[in-house]
């Protein structure tokens, strides 16, 4: 992705403008700090994806370099025909859309509860934000030997003393598996992104409506959703963007077997173990191109945001 | 007794099942972090029971054991290369963000808000993307399995937020402020040393820590990337992805210890912590 999907939006009048513009001297000096880390992103981001779109359209794998060919969209339609590719595509598709639901469903109940007075709400806060902050692979970790364990895990521990079932998790439903730690991780973020929705309500506007009658359904109904959208959309679009990407899940809880791969493994196992470059690199661009579907109304939400956040200032 | 009264109070009743339903969530999701702990200072035998032992005897050896002393490989080379890998690319982030956001925000170039998204559009753009040309272009020119290629990858991987943070922390410096100060006749090392930087640096702070948190979790790129020498504690974890028998309580420990940092961190930057992670758009 370029500068080419930058989202138009009309900027608020920057906080200084030039007093004395003398000349061309005057606005490189200006540009002058912006340019180390616009070169150094456009290197290190944008020239391998470019390599990335070259190798895609060869026939290249990295075990018989000589080999090495042009083949137009040969890749493309291997990716996208062959079955186990595609079924990677699918899961990326049910593992990105579940854990957001979920997470946002759940998030959105929590920043409900967080967002009224009781006791000991900052502790209940910061124990809700943790999940969040245990490293990925040592939250996988977790999940899969810790609780999942079918024969000395957490869940199954707890389950014997209602005198509930055994079951084996992660063989027995294992998108289901990878899903529910990735749910348990993300809730936290998309519950911050909503409490922040929440207390930027106008109370004044909540106070005059309960003043008229208005029930607590109707206020979160009418108001509080409403204000909400955005930032509900803006926690599903990052969310998805995160996910989409997500490997230490995958790659951790069940090593991308039992129908659990998704594109980023995919793409990770065909060139790391199957050399296969070409094919990796087609998977890739894929990657990039669902990326780009959803980044694109990401940006058009970040920019409404933000264009409310200047006019506010 | 008027109406009001008995008005107030079944919501006062339903306030407080409400506070304690949030009590109860707050546990639920923190449950997996305590037993976590809690194992980590179980006995093997003790951790890997069913029913669970809540109430076994505690010790460190989970801990020992994941420090080595069992005669398994050392942590510490991937506690430094993360460190050093995370640390550096903070750094490095800073030093290239700060002008950035400057010209951004302070004294902003034409178009910066087109420069502004093009950055963040750079953070849309997945890793698997350019995974493939870095690899080859490591093995190529000898970097595989050095720990500075990463740091050149985690700063580019956290440019993007560090530039967006910074710029609406620096946008709320007043511009009042830095007028009157060159009124004054302040020079610009010294606006920016005594005027902007005490009212930025609790958002260059939190930006910091954010960008830490990424580098420091990690994964794909370390993966493919680093060997024996340059791995990452990451990469030192996926090491437990096969079960070895009884080795629950070391598992709970490294993941514990690992996780350990990026805990702190996070809760340093609680405040920031929703501005950093949706790139600045809610406040």
Redo the contacts between chains.
Sequence with gaps: MTATTTAPITAPPPAHTEKRPSGRLRAWATRAPLLPALIFMIAVTQLPFVATLVISFFDWNSLYPDARQFTGFANYSEVLTDAALRKSVWTTILLTVAVVLASLVLGLGLALLLDRKFRGRGLVRTLLIAPFLVVPVAAALLWKHVLYNPEYGLLNGLLHYVGGPQPDWISGTPLLAVEASLVWQWTPFMMLILLAGLQSRDHQQIEAARVDGASDWQIFRHLTLPHLRRYLELGALLGSIYIVQNFDAVFTITSGGLGTANLPYTVYQSFYQAHENGLASAAGVLVVIGSIIIATFALRVVSSLFREEASRA | MSATAIRVRPRRAR??G??L???L???V??L??A??AL?SFHSESD??????SFGAALTLDGYREFFGAGGGASPWPALINSTVASVVSTLLVLL??L??A??????????????L??????K??????????????AKNTGMLDNIWLLV??Y??MN??IA?WMMQ?FL??VP?AIIEAAQIDGARLPTVLGRVVAPIALPGIAATALICF?FS??E??FA??LTGVVAET??VF??G??T?QGL??AK??A???V??LP??AA??AA?DK??QG???????
């Design positions: 306030g407080a409400l506070g339903a949030a009590w969530a707050g546990v999701f923190f997996p972090i037993w976590m194992t951790a890997a029971t069913n029913p669970p290239l963000a002008p950035a400057y010209a951004l925000s302070i004294r902003p170039v034409k178009k910066w808000t087109d420069v998204f093009f950055f963040l559009s750079t849309m753009l997945p890793v698997v993307a350019g995974l493939l040309p870095i690899y080859l272009f050149i990858l700063t580019s440019l993007p530039v609406s946008a709320e511009v948190i420091w979790n994964l794909l993966r493919v504690a990451p974890l996926t437990f992805i079960s080795f629950l598992v709970c490294a993941s514990l690992i996780s990026v805990l996070g809760f609680q912590l929703v992670l949706s790139l600045g758009a809610v406040k």
